[in-house]
């Protein structure tokens, strides 16, 4: 990236297309009821969004996301008429600003390392943009519930009894 911005900006963009014109073809001949991204049991987002996997990303600054990879992000989320989720399992808070500004980031999924910075992706993303938890042995079910008030939040955990909230 520091070397051959070109030469990388190329092949990012070629397995973009690549991924892009898959979800196309899955959005064109699969039932919207029907279509789900991901495994459905823990990595899940409303039927008719899309989804990707951003774990990499807490690899990169700030300003290499926002100049590589962000666009391409963004391009693979507007497929969807709706936008989609990107799923996050490390430390990736240094691109909220980025994922605010982005009108197809309708949601980011926290697991393992992500879900512990719970409270600044609920404070620092936009009032529109939901959270789906799968909660640790720090963030609870109910320090979620704490923390979010029950507010743009989407549980993903077998939880064994009802919610006393």
Known sequence: MITNPEAVRHDLKVINDTICSLHRWYLANIPMDQLQLVVAGW????????????????????????????????????????????????????????????????????????????????NELRDDQMIYLNPTETITVERAMEITGGRRIVIVAEVPEPLKI
């Not at 996997?53 to 996301?65: E, I």
């Not at 666009?71 to 490390?90: A, F, K, Q, R, T």
């Open 43 to 122: 990595r899940t987002q409303p039927r008719g969004f899309g989804q990707l996997c951003g774990c990499a990303c807490h690899l990169l600054p700030l300003d290499m996301y926002k100049e590589f990879i962000a666009p391409l992000d963004d391009e693979l989320l507007s497929v969807y008429p709706n936008g989609g989720m990107i799923h996050l399992c490390g430390e990736h808070t240094q691109h909220i600003p980025i994922w605010r500004e982005m009108k197809s980031v309708r949601a980011i999924q926290t697991n393992d390392r992500a879900s512990e910075d719970l409270e600044i992706y609920f």
